[in-house]
């Protein structure tokens, strides 16, 4: 840490001596020495801010990174020019719920679904932190909005992912983005006014962890559509992602079998291509979805000699639920 961003600190404690926590995720990576390194120097000039450690290795953000409230994650250690915007931020999560005036407040008013905005900076930056300091206190007003500041040249693995060429970018559900100047009114409503079926996986995954995996089977419903941020977390390598899914997906067979029905096809394109845990579980769901058509690709599953035993097992299991499910439709037909 340079000798201006310790004097930066140092002159942010005295000023702002309100109490702050916030916590650093470790997540057996590499770069964790570097977010710990930072931590240890921050509480250390500034004793009002205080550090929990907690582990992660779940969820779309499984990177080291320091947690501001639930809906902050920087993946990105804020010096330089990017340390200002950082401490205001601490500053303003130490007085509670910001009040956010204007069109942006009116739009956070209505947004009733999660959503995910991923800001991507770098450090030499010249306009990143402005970018940062009008955005980092939305979330701070609407939990339901989720924002994450990640640096592009500390984590290129995710500025490839996300396809991303220049700083500042903003991205809002891995579908919407903005680079360069960004208006936070703009961006807000976007979030509030969207489209279900454009909801990212991690949207999703936040409704469900909620505890409202029959919210997501409803909002399908209504939509008439299978959302295709559904599919990704069914077909997610990490199992409570697919877990929570395969709960909506129950909820979804019961109500509405013939949208289900609808999911088929988009999982048996992958389902040579995931691994074995994923597949058991997908085995699970066209079990849960009933179709006849299924009943094919089940026997072959089921008839493969290199086949893991397990899901052999399920495979049968499943061909067992669906010609239940085709009797009773039978019956009741009758």
């Known amino acids: 840490m340079r000798p201006h961003d310790e004097k930066q ?15 650093l995720v470790k997540t057996a990576d590499d770069r964790d020495k570097d977010f710990e390194i930072f931590c240890g120097e921050l509480t250390r000039l500034a004793p009002n801010v205080t550090v929990e450690t907690v582990r992660d290795g779940t969820g779309a953000e499984a990177y080291p990174a320091i947690r501001i409230g639930e809906s902050i994650r920087y993946h990105a250690i804020p010096l330089n020019k990017e340390l200002a915007p950082f401490l205001e931020l601490l500053a303003t999560a130490a007085k509670g719920v910001p009040e956010i005036e204007g069109p942006a407040g009116e739009a956070l008013e209505r947004l009733r679904l999660p959503a995910q905005l991923r800001l991507y900076v770098t450090p030499h930056c010249p306009f990143c932190p402005e970018v940062v300091r009008r955005m980092a206190p939305m979330p701070l007003a609407n939990e339901r909005l989720r924002l994450s500041v990640i640096d592009g040249s500390l984590f290129p693995e995710m500025t490839e992912a996300d396809e991303v060429r220049a700083a500042p970018t903003l991205i809002l559900d891995g579908t919407f983005r903005w680079t360069g100047q960004v208006d936070p009114a703009e961006v807000i409503r976007m979030a509030a006014d969207r489209d279900p079926f454009h909801l990212s996986a991690d949207a999703l995954e936040g409704i469900i962890k909620e505890g409202k995996a029959g919210q997501v089977a409803e909002m399908m419903i209504k939509a008439d559509r299978i959302f295709p941020g559904f599919i990704d977390l069914l077909t997610h390598e990490k199992w409570p992602e697919r877990l929570g899914a ?10 509405a079998p013939d949208l289900a029905a609808e999911a088929v096809g988009p999982l048996a394109e992958q389902f040579d ?27 072959a599953v089921k008839a493969d000699p290199d086949a893991d035993d397990e899901l052999r097992e399920a495979a049968g299991e499943a061909m067992a639920k669906i010609r239940e499910r085709i009797g009773d439709a039978k019956r009741g037909d009758g």
């Open 246 to 255: 395969m709960v909506a997906m129950e909820y979804l067979a019961e109500a």
């Open 9 to 23: 600190i140092l002159r942010w404690s005295e000023e702002h001596g309100a109490e702050v926590a916030i916590r």
């Open 273 to 299: 291509s995931v691994d074995e845990r994923v597949r058991g579980d997908l085995i699970h769901v066209f079990g849960e979805i009933g179709d006849k058509d299924l009943l094919d690709r089940l026997a």
